[in-house]
């Protein structure tokens, strides 16, 4: 299959790759620029562990063509953090509560809560639940998961979007 050249915004860094049409966005972002936090689960859009943020929107890597994303800004977990690597407070809301057994979800269901939490208001427990539907987890049980993100909503101002030092 025939590859071009593409350019990629990834945590406020310029790539370029290689890519072919069927590449996604998860294949790119995992295997070519190596950013672990991008997970490979189900590949099929049900499981949230590839979620990243397009123009700040959630959205599943795995369903998403590489072409695709080309013009817009892409969002990973790591692009959350401080330029010299400190956490975001999601993320320290995440460790307070023991929200990450593996972590291996971790990725995802910040990037999906941090979403519902920009959207504005305060989002109920019920409305978290609903939220992270399409991210699962195989070890919380995911009440800690809530609280933390709970805890999250609850800040006066919660930091937005820190990073983007490409990491
Ligand atoms: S790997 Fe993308 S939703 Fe499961
Ligand atoms: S912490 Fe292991 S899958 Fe969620």
């Known amino acids: ?33 190596g950013l672990a936090d991008v997970r490979y689960g189900c590949g099929e859009g049900v499981c949230g562990t590839c979620t990243v943020l397009l123009d700040g929107s959630p959205v599943n890597g795995c369903l998403l063509l590489a072409v695709q994303a080309e013009g817009h800004d892409i969002t990973t977990l790591r692009g959350l953090m401080s330029s010299d690597g400190g956490m975001h407070p999601l993320q320290k809301c995440f460790l307070r509560h023991g929200a990450a057994q593996c972590g291996f979800c971790t990725p995802g269901m910040m990037l999906t809560a941090l979403d519902l939490v920009r959207a504005g208001g305060r989002p109920s427990r019920e409305e978290i639940r609903y939220a992270l539907v399409g991210n699962l987890c195989r070890c919380t049980g995911y009440t800690k998961i809530l609280d933390a993100v709970e805890e999250y909503a609850a800040l006066d101002g919660p930091d937005d979007i820190q990073g983007g030092a490409g990491r």
Do not use: F, Y
Request: cysteine-free.
């Open 1 to 33: 299959m025939s590859r071009r050249k593409l350019a990629l915004r990834v945590n406020g860094r310029d790539h370029e790759v290689w890519v072919t049409p069927s590449d996604t966005v998860l294949d790119v972002l995992h295997d070519d620029l």
